[in-house]
């Protein structure tokens, strides 16, 4: 089973005792080398990819400077995957929004 929220995603780095959740428009989660946001995007009825109901983006980087100082990089990484999903979530067509 694919993974569906960014505390899932961060599992899969081996992370997951040292994420946090991070405020903003969508649901994002940091930790020290990257943040994983995630988007709901319920597809109208008949579309191809109806199954498919949320939308996860990934943006981290192994071997950052950033990893030296966990507030800071958590800071850039939340910041940088709330701003990357809302230019990706503009490009989506979902139902009701």
């Given at each position: 089973?694919?993974?569906s929220?960014?505390?899932?995603v961060?599992?899969?780095?081996?992370?997951?005792?040292?994420?946090?959740?991070?405020?903003?428009?969508?649901?994002?989660?940091?930790?020290?080398?990257?943040?994983?946001?995630?988007?709901?995007?319920?597809?109208?009825?008949?579309?191809?990819?109806?199954?498919?109901?949320?939308?996860?983006?990934?943006?981290?980087?192994?071997?950052?400077?950033?990893?030296?100082?966990?507030?800071?990089?958590?800071?850039?990484?939340?910041?940088?995957?709330q701003?990357?999903?809302?230019?990706?979530a503009?490009?989506?067509?979902?139902?009701?929004?």
């Amino acid at each position: 089973m694919e993974p569906s929220t960014p505390f899932e995603v961060i599992e899969s780095y081996g992370a997951r005792n040292t994420s946090r959740e991070y405020a903003g428009r969508y649901d994002v989660a940091t930790w020290s080398a990257g943040a994983v946001a995630a988007v709901d995007c319920p597809r109208p009825e008949g579309d191809l990819q109806v199954d498919f109901t949320r939308f996860l983006l990934d943006v981290h980087a192994n071997d950052t400077p950033l990893t030296d100082d966990p507030d800071r990089s958590r800071k850039v990484f939340g910041d940088l995957a709330q701003s990357a999903m809302t230019e990706v979530a503009s490009e989506f067509h979902c139902e009701g929004q």
